[in-house]
């Protein structure tokens, strides 16, 4: 059953700690993103990857990190240097790399609140 | 600055109409556009998409695109409750610009 597979589903985080958040894809895509999502807006981009051992910011990266050591796994750290983390975070994958054109697939979701 | 512009709605449609939804974008060289649909609580869901100027079918949905104008739309034929959601559009290639969604509710 192909599919892109987030968690946890919920998360809770307390002051000046930094959380986890994992994204694993069976689609065999090279690509894959980050997004948040809070209420009334769109979905931003945090990070994204193209290749495995490559990333690059997106339009709001600042408080977060990423990884790509393998092509499959995306996970994404909120530090405690990113002050208002309750959102929405929603991780995609795609076919195709740079410059590709293919649609992009979201998974479920982790949503990150503060305690 | 990209910016991708979409009606927040809410838009209601009586079941069995034709609901329609709009989109312009801001970057004149834009290549590539796509609807999501997103219930409540959950994640985006790919609709369609569409790269060339014209009209795109698919089932009950239609994607039209207009380069020119700067304006993409979806239509839904033969409305249904279920299609109540909210709807994102999104331009780009690799990185997407998505608009805030247009809430759609279909009124029985």
């Known amino acids: 059953d192909g599919g892109i597979t987030q968690s946890p589903k919920y998360l809770f985080r307390k002051e000046g700690q930094n959380v986890t958040l994992s994204c694993e894809q069976n689609l065999n895509h090279d690509a894959m993103y980050w997004y948040r999502q809070d209420p009334g807006q769109g979905l931003r981009l945090i990070y994204y990857s193209q290749i495995v051992n490559d990333f690059q910011k997106g339009d709001i990266a600042e408080g977060y990190s990423v990884s790509r050591e393998k092509k499959e796994s995306f996970p994404l750290t909120v530090t405690s240097a990113q002050k208002n983390p309750t959102a929405f975070y929603l991780c995609?994958?795609?076919?195709?790399?740079?410059?590709?054109?293919?649609?992009?697939?979201f998974g479920d979701g982790t949503r990150l609140s503060i305690l | 600055q990209k910016e991708v512009e979409q009606n927040s709605g809410p838009l209601s449609v009586p079941e069995g109409a034709i609901a329609s939804l709009n989109c312009t974008y801001s970057d004149r060289g834009s290549q590539s556009f796509f609807w999501y649909r997103q219930y409540s609580g959950k994640s985006p869901e790919l609709i369609m998409f569409?790269?060339?100027?014209g009209d795109k079918e698919d089932g009950r949905f239609t994607a039209q695109l207009n380069k020119a104008s700067q304006y993409v739309s979806l239509l839904i034929r033969d409305s249904q409750p279920s299609d109540s959601a909210t709807y994102l559009c999104a331009v780009g290639v690799e990185k997407l610009t998505f608009g805030t969604g247009t809430r759609l509710t279909i009124i029985p």
């Open positions: 995609a994958s795609s076919m195709g790399s740079r410059g590709s054109n293919q649609p992009q697939h």
């Open positions: 569409i790269y060339s100027n």
